[in-house]
């Protein structure tokens, strides 16, 4: 179970990271997908804390997430998404706690945002919801791992580093959250599309 400082934590970064999603990367419309920081604190949290701590938080803030505006799907659907990827990354927690590369959380990242999108569309399908089919089930796939992995240098080590600060944890201040902000120069965002277009929630499609 979450203490009480991992809950408050957890709260903090989850809310922002949601105004963050809906206030700013939601309207940017670029093409494809939405950058999902959501999922990003979701998966760095889990990496900390665990499957058990990864699905708590990832059903938290999927909750959340449905029901914030502009939200216009089932609420639960995107609960039900992040609950089993935040249950999977967590089982990718470091035995140690220490990262010996980054390529262990890139990974994980690109694994996280093409099977969130996956789940979420297959959901919506279930539901009645064929976005996914009209959008181009494809080209969201590419787009969501290939913003995720653009982000995720500039936060998963971050929140990786709070986490582990709150915890008191020794490896806090080792070597392995670095090596994966190290990487982040080599990336390039790609600039937005100025084209007009509806505005986009916090769900991919």
């Known amino acids: 179970m979450l203490r009480l400082n991992r809950v408050l934590l957890s709260t903090l970064l989850v809310v922002i990271a949601l105004v963050v999603q809906v206030c700013v990367l939601a309207r940017l419309q670029l093409p494809g997908a939405v950058p999902d920081l959501l999922l990003l604190v979701v998966l760095g949290l889990a990496l900390v804390y665990g499957h058990t701590g990864g699905a708590l938080i990832g059903f938290g803030a999927g909750l959340l997430a449905d029901l914030a505006p502009p939200a216009d799907h089932a609420a639960g659907r995107y609960a039900l998404v992040l609950c089993v990827i935040g249950y999977l990354a967590g089982l990718a927690k470091p035995e ?33 919801d064929d976005a996914a089919r009209h959008a181009g089930l494809s ?5 969501a791992a290939l913003y995720d992995l653009l982000l995720a240098p500039f936060t998963v080590p971050l929140i990786m ?7 008191n944890d020794p490896m806090a201040d080792s070597s392995g959250g670095s090596r994966i902000g ?7 965002m790609k ?3 100025r084209g007009t277009g509806r505005l986009k929630g916090v769900k991919r499609l």
């Not at 080209?139 to 787009?143: D, G």
């Not at 580093?161 to 915890?167: D, H, I, V």
């Open 96 to 128: 140690n706690g220490q990262l010996r590369s980054a390529t262990g959380p890139m990974l994980v990242v690109v694994a996280a945002a093409i099977g969130s999108t996956l789940l979420y569309a297959g959901v919506g399908q279930l539901v009645g």
């Open 139 to 143: 080209k969201l796939l590419f787009t």
């Open 161 to 167: 580093g709070m986490a582990r600060k709150s915890e």
């Open 182 to 188: 190290s990487q982040r120069g080599g990336l390039l």
């Open 191 to 193: 600039a937005a599309n």
